[in-house]
């Protein structure tokens, strides 16, 4: 018996029907004994749909409002699930975010957690009561506006409730069995991973893993909050995340996957004078337009030029505003012209084992090249090493390294399954 916060998304509670699916589950863990926390996401492309609306009556709807519209979802679900729960006989409570005291910064639409005070969530547990939390959102002090955490927010609401009630365990319902060694929808040999490191999750997360959330699992490591992925659509084990790669026996696998990213896009600054100071002021220009950008790739410069080219990857969302705010500084920094291209993709091979095994680079690039990929850019961290590909091979990419690594199951193993939502 202890405290379990669950976490169910969009594609758990998609309909009635899984709603109630969702609820039997809430009931089951309530009647072992156990305190539960329910944090719910929106119903299956609601926030998508609402963001799609919100577009139709404005082209650039004020940032208060779209929040105030946005968390609208995580309501509706929240205040379903509790009447379902309570339909079979157990007590639940729902909350906004707010009144669960998720206090954020006043940042609309990727608001930080900045504390969390869930006295009338204790108050429901002690009571006896399921508390069931909406997702994504909470309210800042300092406006005293509701705010919502950014896409997929709802994980980080989990593991920070788990973190402030100090619960025993955060389970992430999702529609796949856990974390695999790729996308199931790409790769349907992919494995699951029984348990994955703090470090390992976070470089998977920011290369593109869409099972959690990479502000989640900031947290979660953070406070030490043991995260437990699994399906709602099935009993099984599902993906511990926990522990240090420190930790790790010397006999863990070297891969521990393949994550691949299409929503990032790529500027080259072509005839950049190689001088000092002129990479500062490109990169100083995209960041005072709040733009983060991902790897960087500056050429030699030619000889008899003196003219480089620099190379960079950024979210597509934000391609025309670094367009544009590089534009401005072509005068004075005196490059040639700017290419945009937003056809790539990005593929990057994870694992903590990778520090102390030599060829694990030389592996990957023959498995790229044996499928006939081109490379346009590479980076590496000490447990990652990532490159960007045409998006049109980016599928081949992913199954060919996953191949050359040994990440496939047998066929005894069987295949992933993906139980529901669009991927959207
Ligand atoms: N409903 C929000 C979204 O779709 C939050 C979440 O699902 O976690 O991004
Ligand atoms: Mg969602």
């Known amino acids: 018996m202890g405290l379990v916060v669950q976490k169910y998304g969009g594609s758990s509670v998609a309909d009635a029907a899984g709603i109630k699916r969702v609820a039997a589950r809430i009931a089951e863990t309530r009647r072992a004994g156990h305190d539960v926390v329910v944090v719910v996401s929106a119903m299956g492309d609601t926030t998508d749909e609402l963001l799609d609306l919100a577009e139709q009556v404005s082209p650039l709807p004020p940032a208060r409002e779209l929040d105030m519209l946005l968390t609208s979802g995580e309501r509706i679900s929240m205040a379903l699930l509790a009447m379902a729960t309570a339909n079979l006989g157990i007590q639940a409570r729902s909350f906004t975010g707010s009144q669960a005291g998720v206090i954020t910064d006043s940042a609309h639409g990727r608001a930080r957690i900045i504390d969390v005070t869930p006295g009338r969530i204790r108050d429901a547990l002690d009571a006896g009561d399921v508390a069931v939390v909406a997702g994504f959102q909470g309210v800042s002090t300092e406006t005293k506006d ?144 709040g733009i983060n950008i991902d790897m960087i790739v500056q050429n030699v410069s030619a000889a008899a030029t003196g003219l480089t080219d620099v190379s960079f990857t950024l979210p597509k969302a934000d391609g025309q505003a670094a367009m544009a705010a590089l534009s401005q500084v072509q005068p004075s920094v005196g490059f040639g012209s700017l290419r945009f291209d937003d056809q790539i993709g990005k593929l990057s091979l994870i694992g903590a084992g990778m520090r102390s095994n030599p060829g694990v680079s030389a592996r990957f690039f023959k498995a790229l090249a044996d499928s006939g990929i081109n490379i346009d850019m590479i980076s590496t961290s000490e447990i990652r090493i990532s490159v960007v590909t045409r998006d049109a091979d980016l599928d081949d990419a992913v199954r060919a390294v996953h191949t050359a690594f040994g990440l496939d199951a047998t066929a005894d193993e069987g295949q992933a399954t993906v139980y529901a939502g669009t991927g959207r």
Request: aromatic letters at 4%.
């Open 146 to 289: 509701i705010t919502t955490l950014g896409r997929g927010g709802s994980d980080t609401t989990a593991v920070a409730l788990a973190a402030a009630l100090g619960a025993d365990v955060c389970e992430i319902y999702t529609d796949v069995d856990g974390v695999f060694t790729a996308d199931p929808r790409i790769v349907p040999s992919a494995r699951r991973l029984e348990t994955v490191t703090y470090e390992e999750m976070l470089e998977l997360a920011a290369s593109g893993a869409k099972v959690l959330v990479l502000r989640c699992v900031e947290y979660a490591r953070r406070y030490g909050v043991r995260v437990h992925v699994r399906s709602s659509f099935t009993p099984r084990p599902g993906t511990l995340v926990a522990g240090s790669m420190e930790d790790l026996p010397v006999e863990h696998a070297i891969i521990t996957g393949v994550a691949h990213d299409r929503s990032e896009a790529k500027i080259t600054v072509v005839g950049v004078p190689d001088k000092p100071g002129t990479a500062a002021e490109l990169f100083e220009h995209v960041a005072a337009a």
